[in-house]
């Protein structure tokens, strides 16, 4: 168990709609990362949160959007879903803004839509 | 840009044999190197890690050595287990000269491994 908690485990739902992941970091860590893996694209890199900032973004769509909390919870919000968003989402944390690089991963929401 | 190459899959194995994934790097500044794996259904868990060329990153019997001269970071283990059945996953996180990351993970596209009794 990494300390970093996801939900929902799975989500059905249908295309257009919009869904929101929630991602708890481990205690004390500051950063939380999203992640989407897919089978053609693999694991890529979406956005980096510290401590309720926005730090990097990576291929994340325009429909798509994060935010960090203070009290450093995080939540992906996906919108207008397409057939193409069907993938696992993975959220990992870190100590630190910068340091070594090491992240502890969730166990994942699956998100299919039909 | 920086990327993650892996040696292609899936690679099957009988148990107590040895394993080697290959795994080379592109990166601009001077990148940490790590291998996670995905047991499935699960997470990525952090196997093993390694943050300046010549370090030896070492867990459960697998190691990876950082080459700097021939970019690479190829994971091994003397002798495999029907419980390392998993998909293995080559990442870098690279950072400036001043040793600071850039925090996310860049991974290559995976090798699954499949271990028989």
């Known amino acids: 168990d990494s300390g970093v908690t996801q939900t929902p485990k799975h989500l059905i739902t249908a295309t257009g709609q919009r869904v929101t992941l929630r991602c708890s970091p481990r205690?004390?860590?500051?950063?939380v990362y999203w992640y989407q893996q897919s089978l053609d694209q693999g694991l890529q890199f979406l956005i980096h949160?510290?401590?309720?900032?926005?730090?990097a973004k990576g291929n994340i769509l325009e429909r798509f959007s994060a935010q960090q909390f203070p009290d450093l919870h995080s939540e992906l919000n996906l919108s207008s879903l397409e057939l193409g968003d069907s993938a696992l989402y993975f959220c990992?944390?870190?100590?630190?803004?910068?340091?070594?690089?090491?992240?502890?991963f969730g166990p994942g929401t699956r998100l299919t839509v039909t | 840009g920086d990327s993650v190459t892996q040696m292609e899959g899936p690679v099957t194995l009988s148990e107590e044999a040895f394993l080697t994934i290959n795994c080379t790097y592109t990166?601009?500044?001077?990148?940490?190197l790590f291998w996670y794996v995905q047991y499935p259904g699960e997470g990525l868990q952090l196997l093993l890690k390694?943050?300046?060329?010549?370090d030896k990153g070492s867990n459960k019997g697998f190691e990876a050595t950082y080459r700097k001269e021939t970019t690479s970071f190829h994971l091994e283990k003397g002798s495999v287990q029907v419980s390392d059945s998993a998909v293995y996953f080559c990442?870098?996180?690279?950072?400036?000269?001043?040793?600071?990351?850039?925090?996310?993970?860049?991974f290559g596209q995976g090798t699954i491994l499949t271990v028989h009794p």
């Open positions: 990992a944390s870190s100590p630190r803004q910068t340091g070594v690089g090491e992240q502890y």
């Open positions: 205690s004390g860590d500051l950063s």
């Open positions: 949160y510290y401590n309720g900032e926005e730090r």
């Open positions: 990166a601009t500044g001077y990148p940490s």
């Open positions: 390694a943050t300046k060329a010549d």
């Open positions: 990442a870098l996180s690279d950072k400036d000269a001043g040793g600071t990351s850039y925090g996310k993970l860049t």
